[in-house]
């Protein structure tokens, strides 16, 4: 079994890379993304692989196979955070996946496919909005207009990549091959309490739920707060406000979920009539045809609502992925990794999402998710025992070595 402590000690570390000086806050293209980067590339270089930068920040470590430049099984995760983050969500991944290739590294044992392991730059889209930029990149799928994104201090993306050292116009090359590509494996913290309450700490997940990111922006009339009559106000928090409690209502009736998490009133003032409201949705489903449903339904009556109100509206797709099913062999892979390191094995799905919907676009993935502390996630509280740490990232390399997962076979040939 892999020692959780030294795992955790190193996830620590990591999680001392951070913009916020009291939590965790680490967003791509920062300096923090950096610090981490080159962090995380001691410990590739340290574990035997090679490690390179690509062209859209990801940090990637190399660990042949039996016969050099054979195609690779890649396992990871994202380094970057929420805003005020737990230190497992991303991060674990990624040092279990090191941690599993060093110890094939000490046992001197090398597998028939090559490893990659990837820290992906940006999984959350906390600073652009956009998610999922690394993996992306890597499957080829990155939307270019992603690049005019802004951030709150007004920086696009493209010229956040500049400072990082990066030019955008290059982002193709971070862009992988199917035949080099066998297949996407990530161990990631559950971020709900179904394992917890099952007292299982692991599992094999079967898929990954579908999501659409909105930005909505209401414009209706400033005013002066003691002269316009009520009667007479085109009211933008008003409008967003209905709109919110919609958001919530067609969640709820539809059975799926959906949060309105940033809501954003511009040149604000305790006098003024609110005329420049901005918010986000967040919508997801298991089943694309449901989550489309309830957007259309909810496009319709927040666009009924601002008509009503004499409130401009404008709403702007950020992100969308469909829902995502993991491959079998994989799942089956997971499922006989448990049984041999003595573990009952389960299948969950996932409501939440990770780079596998992006890398899904490349090739077969899968997912093994470990039991978090009260399912809590996304939060400074989010935790997992050492014990737990070691079993996750033991099953993992179980799964990376799995004979027949990625049906690669090495000719014999020493390195
Ligand atoms: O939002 C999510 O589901 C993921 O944590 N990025
Ligand atoms: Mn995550
Ligand atoms: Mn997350």
């Known amino acids: 079994?892999?020692?959780?402590?030294?795992?955790?000690?190193?996830?620590?570390?990591?999680?001392r890379i951070s913009s916020q000086p009291d939590g965790l806050t680490r967003l791509v293209m920062s300096a923090e993304h950096?610090?981490?980067?080159?962090?995380?590339?001691?410990?590739?270089?340290?574990?035997?692989m090679q490690v390179h930068e690509d062209a859209i920040g990801?940090?990637?470590?190399?660990?042949?196979?039996?016969?050099?430049?054979?195609p690779a099984l890649i396992v990871g995760s994202h380094l970057d955070s929420v805003r005020n983050a737990g230190r497992f969500d991303g991060p674990l991944g990624v040092v279990a996946a090191i941690t599993g290739v060093a110890s094939l590294?000490?046992?001197?044992?090398?597998?028939?496919h090559a490893l990659e392991v990837i820290g992906f730059c940006d999984e959350e889209g906390t600073r652009f909005g956009a998610t999922m930029l690394g993996s992306r990149a890597v499957a080829g799928t990155f939307d270019s207009a992603t690049l005019a994104l802004r951030d709150d201090e007004g920086i696009?993306?493209?010229e956040a990549m500049w400072g990082f050292g990066l030019e955008p116009a290059a982002i193709g090359k971070a862009k992988r091959l199917s035949p080099e590509v066998l297949g996407y494996l990530e161990l990631h913290i559950e971020q709900g309490p179904v394992l917890e309450s099952l007292g299982l700490p692991c599992a094999a997940v079967t898929a990954i739920n579908g999501a659409t990111r909105l930005a909505v922006t209401l414009t209706g009339t400033a005013g002066h707060a003691g002269t316009v009559p009520m009667a007479g106000r085109h009211d933008a928090l008003c409008a967003a406000a209905t709109c919110v409690l919609a958001v919530e209502e067609t969640a709820k009736a539809v059975g799926l979920v959906a949060t309105v998490g940033r809501l954003e009133v511009h040149d604000a003032a305790i006098n003024v009539i609110p005329g420049d409201v901005h918010f986000t949705i967040d919508l997801r489903a298991a089943r694309d045809e449901a989550r489309l449903a309830a957007?259309?339904?909810?496009?319709?009556?927040?666009?009924?609502?601002?008509?009503?109100?004499g409130v401009g509206i404008a709403i702007t797709k950020l992100h969308e992925l469909a829902a995502t099913p993991c491959a079998p062999q994989i799942i089956a892979a997971i499922d006989q990794a448990c049984s041999k390191l003595g573990l009952a094995s389960h299948h969950l799905a996932s409501g939440a999402g990770h780079d596998g919907m992006a890398m899904a676009e490349l090739c077969p993935i899968g997912m093994i998710f470990l039991r978090?502390?009260?399912?809590?996630?996304?939060?400074?509280?989010e935790s997992i025992t050492a014990a737990d740490a070691g079993l996750g990232a033991s099953l993992l390399l179980e799964v990376m070595r799995a004979p027949g997962l990625t049906g690669f076979k090495a000719t014999s040939h020493n390195l």
Request: proline share 4%; charged share 20%; glycine share 8%.
């Open 372 to 381: 978090c502390k009260g399912g809590i996630s996304h939060h400074p509280d």
């Open 34 to 48: 950096r610090k981490a980067n080159d962090l995380v590339a001691s410990w590739m270089r340290a574990a035997g």
């Open 58 to 70: 990801n940090i990637i470590g190399r660990y042949e196979g039996l016969q050099p430049d054979a």
């Open 295 to 309: 957007l259309a339904a909810l496009d319709a009556h927040m666009r009924a609502v601002c008509s009503a109100r």
């Open 105 to 112: 590294q000490q046992a001197g044992e090398r597998l028939p």
């Open 1 to 15: 079994m892999i020692d959780g402590h030294s795992l955790c000690a190193q996830l620590d570390a990591l999680a």
């Open 156 to 158: 696009s993306l493209a």
